[in-house]
């Protein structure tokens, strides 16, 4: 069975850091582009980052640059986004998803992608 399955979310203090992983199972990760999607309360989900199999990666969102890196680890089937310096803003529920494909397209397309995982909370809060 192919799932994505995202954890480490929570809430943390503005500030604060987090690490999310995105790992696979039924499929292996290493020839797919993940991308990292969020959603805000009464918002439409919005592309974060990406990474492609290629291990470039592309932001999305002006406001994470500099805060936010993706990285990945192929032997363990897992892709992980750190957060740094988080904000209330960042506030969402937060989703993986996954696409064959070496390289990130210039703008996060949802449709492209064929797997999801079912998102990870994040609140940023005092």
């Known amino acids: 069975q192919v799932q994505l399955v995202e954890s480490g979310g929570g809430l943390v203090q503005p500030g604060g850091s987090l690490r999310l992983s995105c790992a696979a199972s039924?499929?292996?990760?290493?020839?797919?582009?993940i991308g990292w999607f969020r959603q805000a309360p009464g918002k439409e989900r919005e592309g974060v980052l990406c990474i492609g199999s290629s291990t470039l990666d592309k932001y999305y969102v002006d406001s994470v640059k500099g805060r936010f890196t993706i990285s990945r680890d192929n032997a363990k089937n897992t892709v992980y986004l750190q957060m740094n310096s988080l904000k209330p803003e960042d506030t969402g529920i937060y989703f993986c998803a996954a696409t064959v494909g070496a390289y990130c397209s210039d703008s996060a397309v949802m449709w492209e992608y064929d797997y999801w995982g079912q998102g990870t909370q994040v609140t940023v809060s005092s």
């Open positions: 039924g499929f292996t990760l290493d020839s797919y582009t």
